[in-house]
């Protein structure tokens, strides 16, 4: 039993690989049948009122799905996230690990990477069926586009993780590390208000998917891209350094 | 093996450990106790590496992967099975056992029966001598084990002290117990904490032995008045008290006292006597005695 397949073992048996999966799936099949049949499904709760919409375009199928998975499948991807990376959030299991292995990086790196492969995989997976779904009910989305747009948005998900590892660092509950990790994602777009930030932050990302399919040019996003790995880096080196001296 | 000075750790104006000079001789099991945050944990969690000093130093004569450590309630993620724990710690540690060593302490810890049920349906008993199973897997050479038999049942606990006591001159062995006569059956030395402080260190067989006031319980055939009254008047008595119709303790300013003249006074009463002996001193007197 090594500490990569305790990971997997973790993702496999608490249902999180399933429930991340489930999460993107779920929007990645919805997201283009809500763009498609928009103005079906308003039309039956609209009761004497017409509402027009424009014929849907291949890239509204992939608008749909991104504005759902890119809240509900990050908020479930830091529940996750918070899950395997609080060691300390049962200080018995904490010293279990510590006093075994004493090198943090040993523990911390499979937990960081099978959690963010996970949550990866998942929104891979979702992308396939809003993709699939896209070509069939409303047109062809180039694919090229599709999967450099889902790379960058995968790097912003690789980000949330480390941001969770960092956050756990210094908590000591899952509940906490969630709510403050939420709280730094949620000021990130906040600070993209101030002129010429927002091509900078992680959090350009999360629309990458929907901009390119719309045309945008990926150089669009690159400088997000480049500050988000080393974003991801640093957070990753600091929760390895601040989980290394903390006390139990 | 292990030695600490003047180790201290202050919480803020709490201070946990004050000046503890510790020193635990090599292959020795080293008994720990005190009383509910005397430090003993704090101590512990030092010697593993997982709390820093305030001040003072720590000295071991192993690596830190040959330490291993149990802590008073041992949890493990709830989805693994027993036999995937002990595996699980025998392939992170630095120095793995055999894989044969798994069924083996599965079957010693009294677990063959549930090594592939998760461990969430566990009983804290069971999860203790799991936790012990996985502290041992390694054979470490140096065991921290923070009070192991408190969750067990008799045999569990007898178990647990049969393995402790085993261990001793191939590991050393600390560990702490609310549970005096466990400590006073494994243990070779004791360290008494207080409020922090080490007020004793020592062998447990010098602890019992100089410690305690020498007290004796004498059962007599009525009348006993004239014993008590003859008693009174010796200078070496420091107090008869009447626990029944037909028995006495008796305190003295020495064990020299008692064993010279004690008989004599009831020889010289003619006292009838029914039972003579020195009152057994269990560590928890003397501990209370102590800390009290």
Known sequence: MTLWRLEWLRLVRTKRLITLAFAYLFFGLLGPISARYMGEIVAQFGEGVTVSFPDPTPADGITQYVGNASQVGVLVGVVVAAGALCLDATPEIGTFFRTRVPAMARILLPRFSLTAAALVIASALGTLAAWYETEVLIGSVGAGQLWTGWLLGALYLVFVVAVVAITAARTSSVLATVLITLVILLALPILGILPNVARWLPSHLVGALDGIVRGSDVSEYTRAAAVTIGLTGSALFGAIRLSSRREL | ?292
């Open chain 2, 1 to 292: 093996m292990i030695r600490t000075e003047k180790l201290s750790k202050h919480y803020g104006k709490v201070v946990a450990l004050d000046a503890v000079d510790l020193e635990v001789p090599a292959g020795s099991v080293y008994g720990l106790i005190g009383p509910n945050g005397a430090g003993k944990t704090t101590l512990l969690g030092i010697l593993a590496g997982l709390k820093t000093p305030t001040s003072g130093s720590v000295t071991l004569d192993v690596s830190p992967s040959e330490v291993a450590v149990l802590p008073d309630t041992p949890r493990f993620d709830p989805w693994l099975t027993a036999r995937e724990v002990i595996d699980l710690a025998r392939t992170i540690g630095a120095n793995p056992s055999p894989a044969a060593r798994v069924e083996s302490l599965l079957s010693e810890a009294g677990l063959a029966d549930a090594t592939d049920r998760p461990v969430k349906g566990f009983s804290r008993g069971m999860l203790q001598r799991l936790g012990l199973a996985a502290t041992i897997v390694n054979k470490p050479q140096l065991l921290l084990l923070d009070e192991p038999s408190s969750a067990l049942d008799p045999i569990g606990r007898r178990e647990v002290l049969d393995l402790v006591s085993r261990l001793r001159g191939e590991a050393t062995v600390v560990f702490s117990s609310h549970i005096l006569a466990d400590v006073q059956e494994v243990c070779d030395t004791v360290g008494i904490l207080r409020n922090g402080r080490l007020v004793y260190q020592g062998s447990v067989a010098h602890l019992l032995s100089d410690r305690i006031t020498p007290r004796y319980l004498v059962r007599l055939r009525p009348p006993i008045e004239p014993t008590i009254e003859a008693l009174g008047r010796s200078p070496w008595v420091v107090a008869v008290d009447q626990l029944g119709p037909d028995q006495l303790r008796i305190e003295t300013a020495s064990v020299a006292d008692a064993e010279s003249s004690l008989t004599a006074v009831l020889a010289q009463v003619e006292a009838r006597v029914v039972s003579f002996g020195p009152e057994a001193v269990t560590l928890e007197d003397v501990v209370l005695e102590i800390v009290t």
